[in-house]
């Protein structure tokens, strides 16, 4: 519904909202008006467990009422246990790699320490980071060098130096550009989700694997949006079989709570000491109350094998849409491509019909519920879009 918000005070970086959210509880939204919506976006793959889960949105309240913040300057004793779950959850949940973290407040700032940490690393024996078009790092300068959407350049000028960019899952191209000059690091989503869910053949990233550890360069996996159970494993480098020397994490991991992080082996970690990164919020009390809970949660409810074995079912019925000629992803990270372009209008019309889907391209449409999420709740999102397909001229 159109409601009666002045949003003329903030900066116009978004178009105006088609509707605007005033409560959400598990896989389902509100507005003003008290209408509800299935929400299969999740604020872009960020609540996973569901919005306002109860176990995350308690632990938030009474770290709230305990230690919100304390500087970096002094510990807290939740960020040292946060780190050593997530490095753990790195080596697959069994037992800890050995890594370290470092703890930042979105996913840009995530790959703006892989990118310091990569410079500091190499000792001054170059800068270039080579990363894929279509590829997305966030909006920062030099995440969105990195970010392969050239379009998003364009007005920004000059953008940082050191980034260049190959065609994605071409395992040549990826050659070549690392053995130019000065590289230090790739820089890789494993599968492209802001550039439509676009998943590399299962030989891409072992190859760029081989490539770093023949050249020295660091790989760097962007896990921000695949992080977290969200493809069918703890990250979705694990399918793989590798371990990348850095990677890159955010929006699941509060749940909702604006959080990110960057996890390093230590031989590579090590590069960084006192005084050469910071942020001042970065592993705060609130915010690691958020990411425990979340994980803990996570790991309760298993969430991996939730996102695998919903994510089947779900990429089934997708394929019983009319008019969709293949659907693309992993676990619970899909994609629905059509025949024709009518991803927005789609988007819309399910919007209008109380289904939040994201139209990622022109003919994609994104698709990204909570883990959680039941299968009577993708019947009934599926059954909406298969009625709004049937609508359509
Ligand atoms: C969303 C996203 C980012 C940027 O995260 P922000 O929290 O918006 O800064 C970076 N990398 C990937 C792969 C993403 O999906």
Same mark, same amino acid.
């Given at each position: 519904?159109?409601?009666?918000?002045?949003?003329?005070?903030?900066?116009?970086?978004?178009?105006?909202?088609?509707?605007?959210?005033?409560?959400?509880?598990?896989?389902?939204?509100?507005?003003?008006?008290?209408?509800?919506?299935?929400?299969?976006?999740?604020?872009?793959?960020?609540?996973?467990?569901?919005?306002?889960?109860?176990?995350?949105?308690?632990?938030?309240?009474?770290?709230?009422?305990?230690?919100?913040?304390?500087?970096?300057?002094?510990?807290?004793?939740?960020?040292?246990?946060?780190?050593?779950?997530?490095?753990?959850?790195?080596?697959?949940?069994?037992?800890?790699?050995?890594?370290?973290?470092?703890?930042?407040?979105?996913?840009?700032?995530?790959?703006?320490?892989?990118?310091?940490?990569?410079?500091?690393?190499?000792?001054?024996?170059?800068?270039?980071?080579?990363?894929?078009?279509?590829?997305?790092?966030?909006?920062?300068?030099?995440?969105?060098?990195?970010?392969?959407?050239?379009?998003?350049?364009?007005?920004?000028?000059?953008?940082?130096?050191?980034?260049?960019? !190959?065609?994605?899952?071409?395992?040549? #191209?990826? $050659?070549? *550009?690392?053995? @130019? &000059? =000065?590289?230090?690091?790739?820089?890789?989503?494993?599968?492209?989700?802001?550039?439509?869910?676009?998943?590399?053949?299962?030989?891409?990233?072992?190859?760029?694997?081989?490539?770093?550890?023949?050249?020295?360069?660091?790989?760097?996996?962007?896990?921000?949006?695949?992080?977290?159970?969200?493809?069918?494993?703890?990250?979705?480098?694990?399918?793989?079989?590798?371990?990348?020397?850095?990677?890159?994490?955010?929006?699941?991991?509060?749940?909702?709570?604006? !959080?990110?992080?960057?996890?390093?082996? #230590?031989? $590579?970690? *090590?590069?960084? @000491? &006192? =005084?050469?990164?910071?942020?001042?919020?970065?592993?705060?009390?609130?915010?690691?109350?958020?990411?425990?809970?979340?994980?803990?949660?996570?790991?309760?409810?298993?969430?991996?094998?939730?996102?695998?074995?919903?994510?089947?079912?779900?990429?089934?019925?997708?394929?019983?849409?009319?008019?969709?000629?293949?659907?693309?992803?992993?676990?619970?990270?899909?994609?629905?491509?059509?025949?024709?372009?009518?991803?927005?209008?789609?988007?819309?019309?399910?919007?209008?019909?109380?289904?939040?889907?994201?139209?990622?391209?022109?003919?994609?449409?994104?698709?990204?519920?909570?883990?959680?999420?039941?299968?009577?709740?993708?019947?009934?999102?599926?059954?909406?879009?298969?009625?709004?397909?049937?609508?359509?001229?």
């Amino acid at each position: 519904m159109t409601t009666a918000v002045d949003r003329s005070a903030l900066m116009h970086t978004y178009r105006d909202p088609s509707v605007t959210f005033v409560k959400g509880s598990g896989t389902r939204l509100y507005d003003a008006a008290g209408k509800e919506y299935l929400d299969f976006v999740s604020g872009l793959a960020v609540t996973s467990l569901g919005h306002c889960h109860p176990a995350v949105a308690d632990a938030v309240a009474l770290q709230a009422r305990t230690l919100e913040h304390v500087s970096n300057l002094y510990g807290n004793t939740l960020a040292p246990d946060v780190a050593s779950t997530i490095d753990r959850l790195i080596g697959g949940g069994e037992e800890r790699v050995g890594g370290q973290v470092f703890f930042s407040n979105s996913g840009a700032e995530a790959i703006e320490c892989a990118i310091k940490l990569a410079r500091r690393y190499s000792g001054g024996r170059g800068a270039n980071v080579v990363s894929a078009f279509g590829g997305f790092h966030g909006r920062t300068l030099a995440a969105l060098a990195a970010t392969g959407q050239i379009e998003k350049h364009a007005g920004f000028e000059p953008m940082p130096a050191g980034f260049s960019h !190959v065609p994605y899952d071409d395992v040549d #191209a990826l $050659v070549d *550009a690392v053995s @130019g &000059p =000065g590289v230090i690091a790739v820089l890789l989503e494993p599968i492209q989700g802001e550039g439509g869910v676009v998943v590399p053949s299962s030989d891409y990233l072992r190859a760029a694997r081989r490539i770093c550890d023949e050249s020295g360069a660091l790989m760097i996996v962007d896990e921000v949006q695949t992080g977290f159970g969200r493809t069918g494993s703890w990250f979705a480098f694990q399918r793989l079989g590798l371990v990348p020397d850095v990677v890159t994490m955010a929006k699941a991991l509060g749940n909702g709570f604006p !959080v990110g992080a960057c996890w390093a082996k #230590a031989e $590579v970690a *090590a590069a960084f @000491g &006192p =005084g050469d990164h910071g942020s001042t919020f970065g592993g705060q009390p609130l915010a690691m109350a958020a990411v425990r809970a979340t994980l803990d949660v996570m790991e309760r409810e298993n969430v991996c094998e939730r996102a695998r074995v919903t994510g089947e079912y779900l990429r089934r019925s997708l394929l019983t849409l009319p008019g969709v000629k293949e659907v693309r992803g992993e676990g619970l990270l899909l994609a629905a491509v059509f025949n024709n372009p009518i991803a927005g209008v789609v988007a819309a019309n399910a919007e209008s019909a109380g289904v939040l889907v994201n139209p990622v391209r022109r003919d994609t449409l994104r698709l990204a519920p909570p883990l959680l999420v039941s299968n009577d709740d993708v019947d009934a999102a599926v059954g909406v879009i298969r009625g709004v397909l049937r609508s359509l001229p």
